[in-house]
């Protein structure tokens, strides 16, 4: 939960005024969100988020996001639309921040997955691959394989403190990873980071996604993979092969997935959770005192990994993995 | 900023069924308020604020703060107005805690306090007091003078860390309270925390007050001197009087103050000085690392403290001390 940066009463009617978007009634902070701060804005015309972009995302990225919003919306994937200024720009300032304006999206994330999320997440997310295939601009992942060792180096003198086996299980992993990461699978927009809390739903349908601030161009199937792990583990790390079955069949129905990405599945699933491990080791060992912010727990991601270590073929995510079953789903 | 309890959506939506709101659309938690977690939930008839009360209200004083923000409502002051669930009942319980939905109230709080302000603060007090004056419940204050001593002296031994004269300072100024502090002023219920983020302007009309949770029966005027202390010292704490006559005059316009609260109300004003600096100092010293929180400066008390030893009579405070002046202003 985070607001980072206050909004003056002041400041904020001043911004407004740049909008067609009637008066402001109120604005309140809203603690969810790590990077940027984000507030609940109501106007005389409707409710809208206000985001400002916190020093943790790059401004040079934000005409990607906020570009990727607008192309998806006209595409008729459900998310939050930059709403424009009067001079055409969805980007602005305010209080020395970047900021916008987006609409506001009904709906819920679910804190209890249920397998009905994971077939609406697969269908969703095809559907934001095929919605965003056609989009110009593009953003390389900051967070692929070639940045997971330099990660890994930073932390690596500290990682014994949070388990005794980390350093050397990060180490082996890294290796076996550099050496067979597949490198030709059909690739594109993805969001990279469709956790549970960036889809929302009314009852049991799927009403939007959310928070494209780590979207970038990467192999649709790694996507897939980032979701496989954070909807399909229970809370006790098990894994749940009847979500993960529904997630690849829910995405299957919108896009075929090739023998080639079905095939790479079990090792993007490595990759997948190799790079949250790391991220949210260097977060758990330099978060600062007092932060407002609880870093996550890392090891719910070593134990994702070990599960896919032990993964020998697609089969085990409830896929019979031949050619035939992707085009027969 | 906070949200203490996480509420799931599946939580949520049994909860709102036991209303008459329409169905749940969204629900954010707010990043504001120190005591208790605020959402604001929005469903198919509109928004609400829902609060759920954490360990530092005590579960016995809810039917007193409910009741009174019915009480007020009822009368035509702006506030949030409690939503009786289908049985009839305003306080209900989720997650485990006493809960209760409000009306949500339009309207931002001033972040830079100016004159105009103080003058529509000082006549929404006098009609929060005067509409209060047939309110059947009591609640006494729990940090009045009698609880200072003892706050005092669990703060004793450590409030040199905060500023090396603390130590006698305090234990002076309660020595001077216990002997001067009034007694037999007009009392009823009082906000008693009515600092600029419980009080929503909507441009320059003041659109409603909220957070009863100090609310108790106390002084009417001590009430003035905590919004006086809280509104009318700058940002540097310099007394602004023009500030305060607006206050005063402002509050006179619908409740006359009479001579003998007039002259209390420099000791008055010390006393709420005296409550929030040890109140903060205690928080100061007793936050957890790592708090979510962060404890407010008890030194801009023991600057506004400082300022009302100075004062001789309430002409300091921009007003005519003579009696005749009430009823003429």
């Known amino acids: 939960m985070a607001v980072y940066t206050e909004v003056s009463d002041e400041d904020l009617i001043a911004f407004v005024r740049h909008y067609d978007i009637g008066d402001v009634v109120s604005c309140k902070g809203i603690a969810e969100g790590v990077e940027n701060s984000n507030y609940l804005l109501r106007t005389t015309d409707g409710s809208y988020i206000l985001t400002l972009y916190e020093k943790r995302v790059d401004a040079r990225d934000l005409p990607f996001f906020l570009g990727l919003m607008e192309h998806l919306a006209a595409k008729g994937v459900r998310c939050p639309q930059p709403i424009p200024a009067r001079n055409g720009e969805a980007l602005r300032q305010l209080c020395g921040r970047p900021a916008a304006l987006t609409s506001f999206l009904d709906g819920m994330w679910p804190r209890r997955i249920q397998p009905f999320h994971c077939s609406a997440l697969g269908a969703a997310l095809a559907g934001f691959h095929t919605a965003g295939a056609d989009f110009t601009l593009t953003r390389p992942n900051a967070l692929s394989l070639p940045s997971w060792r330099p990660l890994y180096e930073s932390c690596a003198a500290r990682a014994h403190e949070v388990r005794a086996d980390l350093p050397d299980l990060l180490s082996a992993e890294l290796d076996h990873l550099d050496a067979i990461w ?10 990279a980071d469709l956790f549970p809390d960036n889809v929302f ?23 897939l993979a980032i979701c496989m792990n954070a909807w399909c583990f229970e809370r006790d790390n098990s894994f749940n092969a009847t979500k993960a079955r529904l997630l690849l069949s829910g995405y299957r129905k919108t896009r075929s997935l090739s023998q080639d990405e079905m095939a790479a599945l079990p090792i993007l699933a490595r990759g997948a959770a190799m790079r949250f491990l790391l991220t949210r080791l260097y977060d758990w060992l330099n978060h600062p005192e007092g932060a407002m912010v609880k870093p996550k727990d890392p090891l719910d991601y070593a134990a994702i990994l070990s599960f896919h270590q032990g993964v020998r073929s697609v089969a085990a995510y409830g896929l019979d993995s031949g050619a035939g079953s992707a085009a027969a789903e």
């Not at 490198?183 to 993805?190: M, R």
């Not at 739903?201 to 996507?223: P, R």
């Open 182 to 191: 597949p490198t030709d699978l059909p690739s594109g927009v993805c969001h």
């Open 201 to 223: 739903f009314i009852g049991e349908n799927l009403s939007g996604l959310i928070d494209f601030y780590f979207a970038c161009n990467d192999a649709y199937a790694y996507d």
